[in-house]
């Protein structure tokens, strides 16, 4: 586990270029595409893997992306009342975390009435740009016994192009999202935008492993082993061989730092998981 932190001045010194990300923009894993089939193969991508998505996140991280998101709702400090979105989020991992979490801030003490308020003005939305995802999320909370008092609200929308308020919300995550749009500034720009002075933002995403040893085991298992799951779990080699390439086309830690402080956050910094597998990269908005 590692530590870095970037600010707003050392991002652009060090990264002048990073506003623009032209070639990421045009990527989809390897191969590179017109910017207005991005968001449509994309979106092929996580409709052909709905169904199967939360297996084969246990298969492919051993369940340790479980622990993952665990960690980033503990950065996150959920508590009742609060205005909080999740994007990409459309199983509902996620907020199912957060309400997880606030329920048990909720029944640490005695109960007031103004408690009994705060906990009918929870909101916890769950954003996301493909309706299949968001199908098999919303199936998932009423197995679950979550959102039936309200707290819980589901929406198809795009990161790039938020319909939420200015200055609205008093969080923002992003888990395994960030990596498949087209314009990373625009998501976080949005994100900064929609956020309450004081809000933070959160990304957990998969990243870039700097220990070399661990790095060529990593690949090796990436490119040989993942693809090969995908198509005997999920019936799809290629949606996952996008996966894995995806991430390999995801800016390094630093880099992507820098572009959280360039969208206007400050205090950013990022925790590396695993060697930097995953990275959780936070900001707050001032």
């Known amino acids: 586990m590692a530590l870095g932190t970037v600010s707003k001045?050392?991002?652009v010194r060090l990264f002048p270029s990073c506003r623009l990300l032209h070639s990421?923009?045009?990527?989809?894993?390897?191969?590179?595409?017109?910017?207005?089939?991005?968001?449509?193969?994309?979106?092929d991508v996580f409709t052909s893997v709905a169904s199967k998505y939360d297996v084969m996140n246990d298969l492919m991280s051993v369940g340790l992306h479980r622990l993952w998101k665990d960690r980033l709702v503990s950065k996150?400090?959920?508590?009742?009342?609060?205005?909080?979105?999740d994007v990409?989020?459309?199983?509902?991992?996620?907020?199912?975390?957060?309400?997880?979490?606030?329920?048990r801030v909720k029944y640490r003490g005695p109960r007031a009435a103004f408690e009994d308020?705060?906990?009918?003005?929870?909101?916890?939305?769950?954003?996301?740009?493909?309706?299949?995802?968001?199908?098999?999320?919303?199936?998932?909370?009423l197995e679950k016994g979550f959102g039936e008092d309200g707290s819980l609200i589901w929406v198809e929308g795009n990161a790039e192009s938020l319909t939420f308020q200015n200055d609205?919300?008093?969080?923002?995550?992003?888990?395994?999202?960030?990596?498949?749009?087209?314009?990373?500034?625009?998501?976080?720009?949005?994100?900064?935008?929609?956020?309450?002075?004081?809000?933070?933002?959160l990304c957990l995403e998969l990243s870039h492993v700097g220990i070399p040893l661990f790095k060529?085991?990593?690949d090796c298992y990436s490119f040989s082993v993942?693809?090969?799951?995908?198509?005997?779990?999920?019936?799809?080699?290629?949606?996952?061989?996008?996966?894995v390439e995806s991430i390999r086309r995801f800016p390094p830690q630093e880099k992507f730092a820098s572009m959280i402080a360039d969208a206007g956050f400050q205090r950013v910094e990022y925790e590396n998981l695993v060697g930097g597998v995953v990275a959780i990269h936070s900001g707050l908005k001032i």
């Open 226 to 243: 993942i693809p090969f799951v995908g198509e005997l779990v999920a019936g799809d080699r290629d949606s996952y061989q996008y996966l």
């Open 24 to 43: 990421h923009a045009t990527s989809f894993g390897f191969k590179h595409v017109n910017e207005q089939d991005k968001a449509r193969m994309v979106g």
């Open 117 to 141: 308020t705060l906990e009918a003005e929870t909101r916890i939305y769950v954003c996301d740009i493909n309706p299949n995802m968001l199908n098999v999320g919303k199936q998932r909370a």
């Open 88 to 103: 990409a989020g459309g199983t509902g991992d996620v907020a199912f975390r957060i309400l997880e979490s606030i329920n």
């Open 216 to 218: 060529e085991l990593y």
């Open 76 to 85: 996150l400090n959920p508590f009742p009342g609060m205005k909080h979105l």
């Open 168 to 201: 609205s919300m008093d969080g923002y995550t992003i888990a395994f999202g960030i990596r498949n749009v087209t314009h990373i500034e625009k998501v976080l720009s949005e994100a900064h935008r929609v956020l309450k002075p004081g809000g933070r933002f």
């Open 9 to 11: 001045r050392l991002g």
